[in-house]
């Protein structure tokens, strides 16, 4: 598996432990980015991301997230507590919810990687989650 990834999270427990997922299963994590400069810098090249809603600057994950969409054809996951600030959906494949488990996050790894190997769009707004 050579799917590249990109983390956008300002906290950095978080981003290492979405990092130290990613590449137990496999991935490349290419870059941790804590706001919307870092991020759209190191999107080229990427096939997915992980986007916090509320970042370093502000809540620029949504932005972020339609920006990387649009001009480098990254697949975007939000992984947020708060997904009621995503405002535009259209722009992400869906969202998992922190506090987040490992299952969760393959899960949406592989429908992100899938989606950029195939070209696919996503036609719903996914939640990942795993049911104790």
């Known amino acids: 598996m050579t ?3 990109l983390i956008v999270e300002d906290e950095i ?15 490349h994590v290419a870059a941790i980015a ?13 096939g997915f991301a992980f986007v916090d809603v509320n970042l370093r600057d502000g809540p620029t994950g949504p932005e972020i997230a339609e920006r990387i ?9 939000f992984v947020t507590a708060n997904p009621g ?15 987040f488990n490992e299952e969760a996050i393959l899960a949406a ?13 996503c036609l719903d707004f996914v939640q990942w989650t795993t049911i104790a």
């Open 85 to 99: 600030q995503i405002t535009n959906r259209d722009a992400a494949l869906g969202y998992v919810r922190k506090p």
């Open 3 to 5: 799917a590249t990834a």
């Open 13 to 27: 427990f978080v981003a290492l432990d979405l990092e130290r997922i990613l590449e137990d299963a496999g991935y």
């Open 109 to 121: 790894a592989r429908t992100a990687a899938q989606r950029e190997t195939a070209g696919g769009e």
């Open 69 to 77: 969409a649009r001009d480098y054809g990254v697949k975007v996951v």
């Open 34 to 46: 804590a706001d919307a400069p870092s991020a759209l810098k190191a999107a080229p090249g990427c």
